[in-house]
């Protein structure tokens, strides 16, 4: 059974950072593409970013160079690295796999 357990959202302030972890079981990340997702108030889901054995890493424009997708294959675990957080970037943020979905952790920038 594929699992996705999101962890590491909260409440920062414009210009910091976080760190999400996607901690994954039931699948290998050799298989297919990993990614995080994005859903804000009132507007539609979106990707941000993913990364893959044989595509290597993909991140939306909005957040390159800020944010760093990474996995750590002992522990199963994919990491989405957030610095110089904007107020824009207020979302739940999901850990995406083929059609399996994460519960979702909140992200919120304040001013």
């Known amino acids: 059974e594929v699992q996705l357990v999101e962890s590491g959202g909260g409440l920062v302030q414009a210009g910091g950072s976080l760190r999400l972890s996607c901690a994954a079981s039931?699948?290998?990340?050799?298989?297919?593409?990993i990614g995080w997702f994005r859903q804000a108030p009132g507007k539609e889901r979106e990707g941000i970013s993913c990364?893959?054995?044989?595509?290597?890493?993909w991140y939306r424009d909005s957040v390159k160079g800020r944010f760093t997708i990474a996995s750590d294959n002992v522990k199963k675990t994919v990491y989405l690295q957030m610095n110089s957080l904007k107020l824009e970037d207020t979302a739940v943020y999901y850990c995406?796999?083929?059609?399996?979905w994460g519960q979702g952790t909140q992200v919120t920038v304040s001013s």
């Open positions: 039931g699948f290998s990340f050799d298989d297919y593409a």
């Open positions: 995406n796999y083929g059609h399996y």
């Open positions: 990364m893959s054995k044989e595509d290597g890493t």
